[in-house]
């Protein structure tokens, strides 16, 4: 089985300041990894994903992350924070063997201050 | 497309009463997933049918809850009956199986739930 910790439920970061949001996983089979984000009253949506391949992975609106094996670490980044990145997001995994189903964290809330 | 579309957006009822929450998934996609989401317990997969098999209903919390997928293009959550502590809101997702287990999930607006 997969699980998913996101370290710090709230972030807050000021207007322009780099953002990353960590993310760990645990699987004892390689993990897909996913960033989805959350804007208040709507659903999910995808910020980025990794699957095989280059693990400096780059999503919608500025995000990036990086895939790191000997950490099992998938943390999100940002280099300048917006007022409109203001969200909760969700980092989630799943496997070959998961069917198609997701697991996720527990969600860390971004705050932007101005 | 339309996205994954639910209905209603919002329901309010009284504790006893029953509930059914709608789901109409995006045209072709296999996977559809029933999520609820609460303050105290975060995102909790409820139940997911692929091909509307219901594969996994671990996540349902108990025998109040039921869930239907009669075709390809619409799915109910049931919940009979409702008790305060079912107050959250339910998301539904669907996806498109493609041998990539990189496979997107996209979700819908979700239903608020409030049992008074």
């Known amino acids: 089985a997969q699980s998913v910790t996101q370290l710090g439920s709230h972030v807050s970061v000021s207007e322009g300041a780099l953002v990353l949001l960590r993310c760990n996983y645990s699987?004892?089979?390689?993990?897909?990894l996913f960033w989805y984000v959350q804007y208040p009253n709507q659903g999910l949506q995808l910020l980025l994903k990794y699957t095989t391949g280059a693990t400096l992975v780059k999503g919608i609106n500025g995000f990036e992350a990086e895939f790191k094996k000997s950490e099992t670490s998938f943390h999100l980044t940002k280099p300048s924070a917006h007022m409109s990145d203001a969200a909760e997001y969700f980092c989630?995994?799943?496997?070959?063997?998961?069917?198609?189903?997701?697991?996720f964290g527990g969600g860390t809330r971004l705050m932007v201050k101005p | 497309d339309a996205g994954v579309i639910q209905s209603p957006r919002h329901e309010v009822t009284e504790m006893g009463q029953e509930v059914t929450l709608r789901c109409k998934p995006i045209s072709g996609h296999d996977y559809l997933f029933w999520y609820r989401q609460t303050m105290m317990r975060g995102l909790e997969l409820l139940i997911y049918?692929?091909?509307?098999?219901?594969?996994?209903d671990s996540g349902m919390p108990e025998d109040r809850f039921s869930a239907k997928m009669p075709n390809a293009s619409f799915s109910t959550l049931k919940i009979q009956p409702s008790e305060p502590r079912d107050s959250a809101v339910y998301f539904c997702?669907?996806?498109?199986?493609?041998?990539?287990?990189?496979?997107?999930?996209?979700f819908g607006p979700g239903t608020r739930l409030t049992v008074l």
């Open positions: 989630a995994v799943t496997t070959n063997n998961a069917g198609n189903m997701l697991t």
């Open positions: 997702a669907s996806s498109l199986w493609s041998g990539d287990r990189g496979v997107e999930q996209f």
């Open positions: 699987s004892s089979v390689p993990p897909y």
């Open positions: 049918f692929n091909n509307n098999v219901p594969i996994d």
